[in-house]
């Protein structure tokens, strides 16, 4: 099978990069180092099945050439602003990076005749929710610009995928780590504690809690169930286990030697506006399926910090 992975190289998709090649697909990456790197990739230059394209996905003409030269069986989209902070400023971000490329692949898609989809989505789309969020939720309220261009990038897909006969996947996942992160929490507490170890600034009160699923088992479902009928399929992707910024904090001390030094707190229940501060989401519907997690949420984070400290990508 011939694949085509917007955003191949960032953190997500260049392991589905491997993921991939290891089973066989041709694969093409697509790429404009928005966000992902040169580094995540390289190790695949020389691979007969790969081929990589420096291309903005936003730019409609730009990825129809990819399109009409490569003709693919399957897409996955993952090209999209991932740091929420950044958005948060500047909302453009998320138009530009998020929902105009959903737009631009589908209509390259619709052009060409390509009729399967993978689309990144996330557990932002349902905003702040008192109990377990299930996919057949009515009441979808995200509170951040990437939740909303998400959400709406959901509706367009809908339209598409009904017009024009397309089988998409769709996955709402949480926050993902492991090898080749390249922001988010972790990162960012690893790299204020390498400039100042006296002390870790925490933005918030520590008790956001959330699930952070790791990369390799969301590879190994994404792979997994990219088969789907006509239609859309809609599935929650996580671990049933959650860790708290505190938690993290504690992790990453203990792992760099600074066990015990002081905590200093911002306040306030959320990082920043538009953080979503406590989350858990129901995962039975992809449980039925006999799929499941390795990791916990707690030993994610536990690998994904000595990864990073090693510099193992």
Request: hydrophobic content about 40%; proline content about 4%.
């Amino acid at each position: 099978m011939r694949t085509l992975i917007l955003g191949g190289a960032g953190f997500i998709g260049s392991h589905l990069c491997d993921s991939l090649l290891a089973k066989g697909d041709s694969v093409v990456c697509v790429d404009n180092f928005y966000i992902g790197t040169k580094d995540n990739i390289a190790h695949l230059g020389n691979h007969p099945d790969f081929r990589f394209y420096e291309v903005d996905a936003s730019d409609l003409n730009a990825l129809l050439a990819v399109f009409d030269q490569e003709k693919p069986d399957y897409v996955f989209h993952l090209a999209a602003n991932s740091d929420i902070q950044a958005s948060a400023l500047n909302p453009a971000i998320e138009y530009k990076n998020t929902y105009s490329t959903t737009f631009n692949v589908l209509e390259c898609m619709r052009r060409s005749g390509t009729k399967k989809l993978f689309f990144a989505s996330t557990s932002a789309v349902y905003g702040e929710v008192e109990n377990n969020a299930g996919e057949d939720s009515t009441v979808l309220t995200p509170i951040s610009y990437y939740g909303g261009a998400k959400l709406g990038s959901e509706a367009m897909i809908s339209a598409f995928s009904y017009m024009n006969d397309m089988s998409v996947l769709i996955f709402r996942f949480p926050n993902v780590i492991g090898p080749r992160l390249t922001h988010g929490v972790v990162f960012d507490f690893i790299g204020r504690l390498k400039g100042d170890p006296s002390h870790l600034r925490i933005l918030g009160d520590g008790n956001q809690t959330k699930p952070y699923l790791y990369v390799y088992d969301l590879v190994d479902a994404m792979v997994r169930f990219m088969d789907v009928p006509s239609g859309v399929s809609l599935y929650n992707v996580g671990v049933d286990t959650a860790t708290s910024v505190t938690r993290i904090a504690e992790i990453v001390t203990e792992k760099m030697g600074l066990a015990g030094i002081p905590f200093e707190y911002t306040g306030g229940r959320g990082g920043w506006k538009g953080d979503v501060p406590v989350f858990q989401y129901d995962l039975s519907r992809i449980h039925a399926t006999g799929w499941k997690a390795n990791m916990t949420s707690d030993e994610a984070v536990a690998r994904t910090v000595e990864q990073v400290l090693s510099c193992k990508q």
